[in-house]
């Protein structure tokens, strides 16, 4: 009898154990997903601490989610054309009515009323397969292998989504603050959409890589006042702040320009505003987290056009606790993804 194999929290502040069970089947506006990828996000630790409302343990994380469709549910949603043998993604928005890709499009699904996030309160891609709400489900373009798609789901979706709700133009100065799992994506997404890209991290041994990414300047943190740096160069339009040190954060503010936003993608507790400073050059600061199915569709076209591709370390699946401690180090460069097939 087909199996699914997996790596599941069974409580709060566990470690992931191996699962084994009966392959399951999906029900009425489902489809079963025979996954080839997953991202390990940091997000994932959310289902360790369980500081997440609605978490029913026992919980298969993971939510950088790609894959094949191998079984479909009857009946589906009028619109919802998905196949067996359909390359398809899966982020963090488990499927949600009026966010989906249909629905997006002018094609209503009526299908699901309450929010579901994949991972915590509906298992994850640690494993062989997933069910998937149809609308949780992106379309992966040629161009992008499994390993490639994955990241773009969470990391990659933040990043290009965050940068294009923004106001900026192309020839706009765009800083990135952090070159890491993040941040490598949003300096690559940054330069391929025309802007004056500006990396900040600390350490000269970075220089390289961020203009290896796209980045046309870069300030080493370390040894130079990132804000004074940047307003020596007119002032930022959009600093997208990926770091997760609110006292590194605080330092950027200040080279913020006129009609500036700051957008927060980096977990942070909290963040002082210099109201003044806002008040006075009408700048903004605000977050962005993740995006819908229809928002990930994009971020992969973007991405198989333009080039842009996740730095990975990949791990095959019978290593997924090695590969989550390997994320929570902080020391992977830059995203850590299961493949599944070996």
């Known amino acids: 009898m087909p199996q699914l194999h997996a790596f599941h929290f069974t409580a709060r502040n566990t470690s992931l154990q191996a699962l084994t069970r009966e392959l399951p089947e999906p029900g009425p506006g489902a489809v079963r997903v025979r996954i080839q990828a997953c991202g390990i996000c940091h997000g994932d630790a959310l289902a360790v601490s369980g500081h ?188 997208l702040a990926t770091v997760t040190d609110a006292a590194a954060m605080q330092s950027v503010l200040g080279g913020l320009g006129y009609n500036g936003e700051f957008v927060i993608v980096g977990a942070v507790p909290s963040l002082a505003v210099p109201a003044l400073q806002l008040l006075g050059r009408r700048q903004s600061v605000r977050g962005w987290a993740s995006g819908t199915a229809a928002d990930g569709e994009d971020t992969m076209s973007f991405a198989a056009l333009a080039g842009i591709r996740s730095l990975n370390e990949i791990y095959p699946l019978s290593e997924g606790p090695a590969a989550f401690e390997r994320m929570l180090s902080g020391q992977a460069r830059f995203r850590v993804v299961l493949r599944m097939d070996e």
């Open 52 to 239: 997440f409302p609605g978490i029913a343990y026992p919980v298969i994380p993971g939510h950088e989610i790609a894959g094949v469709i191998d079984a479909v549910g009857s009946p589906l949603p009028p619109g919802a054309n998905w196949e067996s043998g359909d390359r398809v993604a899966i982020g963090w928005n488990g499927g949600y009515c009026g966010q989906c890709s249909q629905c997006r499009r002018g094609q209503a699904l009526d299908c699901l009323t309450e929010h579901r996030v994949t991972g915590l309160t509906q298992d994850g891609g640690y494993a062989t397969h997933v069910i998937a709400r149809v609308s949780a489900l992106a379309r992966i373009p040629d161009g992008l292998t499994p390993e490639e798609a994955a990241p773009l789901m969470c990391a990659g979706l933040t990043t290009f989504n965050a940068l294009r709700h923004t106001h900026a133009r192309p020839g706009d100065l765009v800083a990135v603050h952090g070159i890491g799992g993040l941040g490598h994506l949003g300096i690559q997404f940054a330069s391929k959409m025309g802007f004056r890209t500006v990396a900040i991290a600390r350490g000269a041994e970075k220089a390289p890589l961020a203009c290896q990414l796209g980045a046309t300047h870069y300030i080493d943190a370390k040894a130079q006042d990132p804000a004074a740096e940047l307003q020596c160069l007119g002032g930022a339009r959009v600093v």
